[in-house]
């Protein structure tokens, strides 16, 4: 396996690859990773779609990318997904997905065509005080000294981030700001969270700074993203033959560690080592320390089917395992209009970390998963899905957003945080409807609290103890409901079914080199992990692009797939990217406006004088450092 950029061969289709007839492929989980390894298998590997089995344990695909009219209950989205212009993996397979709206278009096209036409945008970031407008004014707010702390964790190097807090590197200078409440608020992000991660978002969406306080650099699916994505994809694989079992969930993989002789693999590919030393060398990502070249093969499978029956699988060299490790929404609990969402931090992790502690035990290079579940208390957080059941609510919602709700177009372009809020309630409406059989009449908002354990400011009781009708009230609260209208409105024209994951941020908790197995391991024969907790150059996870892509590179490095696997967007090694975030952090300040000495001016006229009259004078203009 091998990067390329360009569109040489990202318009080519590679041949055949030597084999594939004689394969097979199990693949764990229908998340998004799990999906696109089963997509690549079909377009790019050749494999029969006949020989490709997908093991689901629940009775319904799509992993945390869901959403749903749950009968009993109403519809239920446990989070939302927004993407960028460069998710270079996820448009690669999406112009080849069908679209199941539009004959003879691609998921892609849809998708493209609809936020051209409908571009992306917040008028209202923030609320304080009942539903004011926050006046954050697109500012970041950032003093000299919050931007330099900011740029320090930038040129850190990541080895001496293994295991710190963002806290280990920001204070209050930082934490106070506008961008700390833009940050935290559209990607879920604590103080206690993993100081590698901040800095690795940072570099990858370096070309989105000035889009981060109005969402006009996001992207939105028309519906939830389980019709949108998931629909889609599982409609081409069925259309190849691709075997789903659901229901069925696998309890374990047994390996064979050393000996024998056949294909040793790596995440270093054919012909790779001198490319992946050098960004070793770079700091642009870390090897797995526990990696080595040990022959590693999958021999086994158990599974347990929906009759409760465990049962194994035996597995030889052309037998190829795709693992879904560990998972952001295991252990999920619903409540409903009525009943609060249940908080039970001492069950067992279950799921996809059980089978991954099981697998972790056979050998270090597949990770280290109680490093990302071993503390659900700082890895929870809970979202809610208010349905409005008349007109009584949107009228609120539409004095915020500044625009009419029922359209279909873009409503709030994103969430829109309540400042002061104790929950720091966000809340946001995608563009309605957002399922098809939705009544038009009916909007679905989506609301999630970061700090579930405070109480609320309306309702006096931590969110993670609320019921749907509870969370309804704070959030109409927020809004700038009167108190005399709240319980009647929360209670009677509105449906809210809350949601507690105890794992969804659980890929932020600080981690090291090792902690997540590469996507194929060093040694692997005939095996790959799949998702946000597998480990793969660069990308950053909690985004569509990140599964996705590892979907794509384990595929092509386990069928020998003769095509580049597209680079990650490199917006950080462009000088133009970096130069306008500068003056973007620093709200439009030029950089001569920074308090220097006497020395650092003099020397500062001096190269300005030198660059007077040429490109680099030019640039620095039209990325207003100067």
């Known amino acids: ?141 950032l003093s000299d000294e919050a931007s330099q702390e900011i740029m320090k964790l930038f040129f850190t190097p990541d080895e001496e981030l293994y295991g710190k807090k963002i806290s280990d590197f920001f204070d209050d200078k930082v934490f106070d700001s506008n961008f700390w409440l833009y940050w935290r608020t559209m990607f879920a992000f604590e103080n206690w969270h993993s100081a590698l991660e901040m800095k690795l978002y940072i570099k990858r969406y370096i070309h989105h700074i000035g889009g981060l306080p109005d969402f006009s650099a996001l992207r ?32 374990n993989v047994e390996f064979a560690i050393g000996g024998g002789d056949g294909p040793v693999r790596g995440n270093t590919g054919v012909g790779q080592d001198e490319i992946l030393l050098a ?32 049962i194994g699988i035996d597995l030889t060299e052309n037998d190829l395992v795709f693992i879904t490790n560990g998972g952001c929404v295991e252990n999920s609990s619903m409540g409903s209009q009525t009943t609060a969402a249940a908080w039970t931090p001492e069950l067992r992790p279950g799921g996809g970390w059980d089978m991954w502690r099981r697998i972790a035990k056979q050998d270090p290079s597949f990770g280290h998963p109680d490093v990302f579940c071993g503390d659900p208390e700082h890895s929870k957080w809970m979202s809610a899905t208010v349905t409005t059941l008349d007109m009584e609510i949107p009228p609120y919602i539409q004095q915020i957003c500044k625009r009419d709700p029922f359209t279909g177009h873009v409503v709030t372009g994103g969430i829109v945080t309540a400042k002061d809020s104790n929950w720091l309630l966000s809340w946001t409406l995608n563009r309605q409807q957002q399922f098809h059989d939705q009544p038009k009449d009916q909007l679905c908002v989506w609301v999630y609290g970061l700090f579930p354990d405070e109480p609320g400011n309306y309702v006096k009781k931590p969110m993670r103890d609320c019921t749907g009708e509870e969370i309804c009230a704070e959030w109409l609260y927020h809004m700038g409901v009167p108190a005399d209208k709240i319980e009647d409105l929360a209670r009677n024209h509105a449906n809210t079914i809350p949601v507690m994951m105890p794992y969804i941020d659980a890929f932020f908790m600080p981690r090291s080199a090792g902690d997540r197995p590469d996507v194929v391991p060093d040694g692997a024969v005939n095996f790959a992990f799949l998702g946000q907790f597998a480990e793969t150059p660069r990308d950053t996870i909690f985004t569509t692009e990140y599964s996705m892509r590892t979907g794509m590179e ?17 917006s950080v090694y462009d000088v133009r990217n970096l130069l306008n975030a500068v003056v973007k952090l620093r709200d439009g300040k030029p950089l001569s406006d920074i308090h220097l000495n006497l020395l650092e001016k003099l020397v500062l006229k001096k190269v300005g004088k030198k660059i007077q009259d040429t490109d680099i004078a030019k640039l620095l203009k039209e990325t207003g450092v100067r």
Not at 22 to 30: C, L, M, Q, S
Not at 46 to 64: C, L, R, S, T, Y
Not at 89 to 95: A, E, G, I, S, T
Not at 554 to 570: K, N, S
Request: aromatic share 12%; charged share 20%; with cysteine.
């Open 554 to 570: 384990a595929v092509y490095t386990l069928c020998d797939v003769d095509r580049g696997v597209p680079e990650v967007w490199g």
């Open 1 to 141: 396996m091998y990067y390329s950029s360009g569109n040489y061969e990202a318009f080519a289709r590679p041949k055949k690859p030597a084999g594939i007839d004689h394969k097979n492929a199990y693949i764990v989980g229908t998340g998004l990773a799990a999906l696109t390894a089963a997509c690549y298998l079909v377009r790019d590997a050749q494999m029969p779609g006949n020989h490709i089995h997908v093991f689901e344990k629940d009775p319904v695909p799509g992993g945390a990318c869901d959403g749903a009219n749950i009968p009993g209950l109403g519809y239920v989205m446990r989070g939302g997904r927004e993407m960028d212009n460069h998710f270079e993996v996820m448009w690669d397979l999406f112009h080849s997905i069908p679209s199941i709206e539009t004959e003879g278009v691609s998921v892609l096209d849809e998708y493209y065509w609809l936020n051209k036409e409908d571009p992306n945008s917040s008028l209202c970031r923030a609320t304080v005080d009942q539903g004011k407008d926050a006046g954050t004014d697109g500012k970041f707010e």
């Open 220 to 251: 939105f699916t028309r519906y939830n993203q389980y019709e949108s994505m998931i629909l889609p994809m599982i409609t081409y694989l069925e259309s190849h033959g691709v075997q789903f079992h659901y229901n069925t969930k696998v309890e």
């Open 279 to 310: 960004q070793a060398q770079s700091g642009v990502f870390a090897r797995n320390p526990f990696s080595s070249k040990t022959r590693k093969q999958a021999t086994r499978i158990d599974i347990t089917g929906a009759d409760g029956e465990t």
